[in-house]
């Protein structure tokens, strides 16, 4: 299916690994212009920019980059994102507010930078990658669950302020996917006890049976970034293999 990415210029945030990075390759297959950017100094984007998201100014600092580089910015793919478990009584202002300015704020800065653009042009899009826990939170996960449904509120919000300056944003909520966020050492596995057993038990507890792999998120992105997604914006398209049930 020809989705008319070619010489697109896409942003993909947090992509030096896991989604993001799934997200930037897919877009590069299709003819795409990437520019990645995370914390890691190398990338797989035709431009990386190393930049700390959690910070006032850099993702407006990789917008502006790929701007100057490109001269525009047609999709925007806020990815980046943070979670640990926690006890929600145990929680700390300093763990908020970080989580806050990453999961949220990033996005909020990265949005702000790319819609004059897109408005002038009447054209972009914008992806941004939420979670089940947004839709339904989880409770070993608090501060990540609130941020994320932050982030559907924010991606709805826009959808409905850029609509008719031609631009859509949508949001993707995965379920657990098989990333660094779960495997490293010291990772969501980890932190919930034996790492197979953790894994075994959150695969199980999928109606599709097992947690997915991130090039099957990124599908679902890139797709929303595609011109084949001209009629769809304001989404919240989930791709959790059936964890968050649909009540009618």
């Not at 993909?12 to 950017?37: D, F, H, K, M």
């Not at 980890?190 to 790492?195: A, L, S, T, V």
């Amino acid at each position: 299916m020809e989705l008319g990415l070619a010489d697109k210029i896409c942003v993909v945030t947090g992509s030096t690994g896991g989604i993001g990075a799934e997200v930037a390759r897919q877009l590069g297959e299709e003819g795409a212009t990437v520019v990645t950017s995370g914390r890691r100094g190398e990338g797989a984007g035709d431009l990386h920019v190393a930049a700390d998201l959690a910070r006032a100014g850099e993702p407006e600092r990789v917008i502006g980059l790929a701007i100057e580089r490109f001269g525009r910015v047609d999709c925007l793919v806020n990815n980046v994102g943070w979670a640990e478990t926690h006890r929600f009584e145990e929680l700390s202002e300093e763990i908020w507010e970080y989580s806050w300015q990453l999961n949220v704020m990033s996005a909020v800065r990265a949005i702000q930078a790319v819609v004059p653009g897109m408005a002038e042009r009447g054209a972009g899009s914008i992806v941004n990658v939420s979670s089940t826990a947004g839709k339904r939170p989880s409770a070993s996960l608090p501060e990540y669950s609130v941020t994320k449904a932050a982030l559907l509120s924010l991606s709805r919000l826009v959808a409905d302020r850029y609509a008719r300056d031609g631009i859509r944003c949508n949001a993707v909520t995965p379920g657990p996917t098989g990333t660094e966020a779960w495997f490293r050492a010291g990772g969501l596995a980890d932190q919930q006890g034996n790492r197979d057993e953790v894994v075994a038990r959150v695969g199980a507890a999928r109606p599709i049976g097992r947690m997915a792999e991130p090039g099957e998120i990124a599908a679902v992105i890139v797709f929303l970034c595609s011109e084949r997604a001209s009629y769809v914006t304001g989404a919240a398209w989930s791709a959790d293999g059936g964890s968050v049930p649909i009540i009618i």
